[in-house]
């Protein structure tokens, strides 16, 4: 039996003989159990090549769109070998599992539309189009979050291997993407010329996103599962939904009483037993290598503790200063507080430090200026924009309530910039041009 599972040939034709047993109205879940081994013995890659060979037989993409349960089913058992994810709703890893069965059902619905062209040519385009527009988010929300979430603490740990390549390869995804959404915008009088170019692109993006879920699911993730703790979950979990999600949406039944941990607060490299948990693939980079953690200390002597991040004194003063903007800060008790050095178009002096605010405007404004702040105080307005024309500088000024955390006003920001040059911009400016 295990020669027969590793013949390509023979798992084609059972996976055939599936797809024509769902169609016939059999239960997938049913099916699922009598063919427990094959399922577990099919790579993700395999699946285009056999709903290829449907499609000459003359299987309908709607019928072939059944194999995305069997794709679920797949991944459910592939992920159960390494760990009951079952078990884990609203965990981030539950999360990560569940956005890839949703982007290999997309990938699979992508191929399907794209082999039932020309047939209902308008019909299928439009869907097509549909789909391939949503396909952005990918990258927006669920490769974004593994970038900015969870590789540091791979990296943390002095695994930056694997955070790099696969960093590499999620920007190539959004590269062939942005390619196809391109191809999409240029039918051309040449259908068949059309066709042929949107199929490649097609093909490009489906095979790299399943890739890109196989590289996950059997690298990625196993190697998160090995390494994190229950405290550094619970820090991921916290700053997830600030980058969101792609077409699922967590559950809230996951929950830890371990403080959240991040990962410029982990001290120490990969123990014996870390290691020996992580997936084949890592441990044979390790055997040339050996990870370096990170042991460099975050918090130094003198820094401030801010809500995100630690900084020394002198360095938000400079920063202050560094800021393409000028801001002023006033006080709840409409007092001038703080004012940045730089170049402003208002001048300032520090004489103003503890004025009313009232007193640094002319007479005839005043009332616009207590307007504002009675707004702000009683919580009816968010900003206050202005903008002046001035010479060549066009002057964009806000003002910002600055609020608590439980909503309590605490002052007024003023914020004032000349953006005649932002307004100029066109394009895209995306390689560096220092001579």
């Not at 159990?33 to 709903?51: A, G, M, N, T, V």
């Not at 998160?224 to 699922?248: F, P, T």
């Amino acid at each position: 039996m295990s020669e027969l599972l590793n013949n390509r040939e023979y798992k084609k034709e059972k996976l055939k003989e599936i797809l024509r047993r769902i169609s016939n109205g059999e239960d997938v879940a049913e099916l699922k159990k009598q063919f427990k081994d094959l399922l577990r013995s099919i790579s993700p890659l395999e699946i285009p090549l056999i709903e290829q060979e449907l499609m000459e037989e003359g299987v309908t993409a709607e019928e072939i769109a059944s194999m995305c349960d069997i794709h679920v089913e797949l991944f459910r058992e592939a992920v159960a070998q390494k760990f009951d994810i079952d078990v884990l709703p609203g965990h981030p890893l539950h999360t990560l599992y569940m956005e890839n069965e949703q982007i290999t059902k997309d990938a699979e619905m992508l191929n399907m539309y794209a082999k039932s062209l020309p047939d209902e040519m308008e019909k299928n385009l439009q869907s097509l189009r549909n789909l391939a527009k949503q396909l952005p988010l990918i990258g927006i929300t669920h490769y974004t979050r593994e970038e900015m979430i969870h590789f540091p603490y791979l990296e943390r740990r002095g695994l930056t291997a694997v955070p790099s390549t696969l960093w590499r390869k999620h920007d190539e995804v959004r590269a062939k993407i942005k390619l196809l959404l391109k191809s999409l915008d240029q039918e051309k009088d040449d259908k068949d010329e059309f066709l042929k170019k949107l199929r490649e692109r097609i093909e490009e993006v489906a095979t790299a996103l399943v890739d890109m879920v196989f590289r996950e699911n059997n690298i990625l993730y196993p190697a998160l599962h090995a390494i994190l703790s229950e405290g550094e979950w619970a820090a991921i979990r916290q700053q997830e939904d600030e980058i969101g999600y792609y077409k699922v949406k967590p559950s809230q039944e996951w929950k830890t009483k371990e403080e959240p941990i991040y990962p410029y607060q982990i001290e120490g490299a990969l123990t014996d037993e870390q290691i020996s948990r992580l997936p084949g693939e890592i441990k044979k980079i390790m055997e040339s290598k050996l990870p370096e953690a990170d042991e460099q200390r975050v918090e130094r002597e003198g820094d401030i503790k801010l809500d995100t991040g630690y900084l020394l004194p002198e360095e938000i003063d400079e920063i202050l200063k560094a800021v393409p903007f000028s801001i002023t800060f006033i006080d709840k008790d409409d007092r001038v507080r703080y004012f940045s050095g730089g170049k402003r178009t208002f001048q300032r002096t520090e004489s103003i430090i503890g004025r009313p605010v009232q007193l640094c405007h002319p007479p005839k404004s005043v009332h616009i200026v207590n307007k504002i702040l009675k707004a702000f105080k009683e919580g009816k307005k968010d900003s206050a924009d202005f903008w002046i024309k001035m010479g060549k500088s066009f002057i964009y000024i806000r003002y910002i309530p600055i609020r608590d955390r439980n909503g309590n006003y605490m002052g007024t920001l003023e914020v004032e910039q000349d953006v005649a040059g932002i307004r100029e911009l066109e394009g895209e400016k995306r390689l560096l041009d220092w001579k």
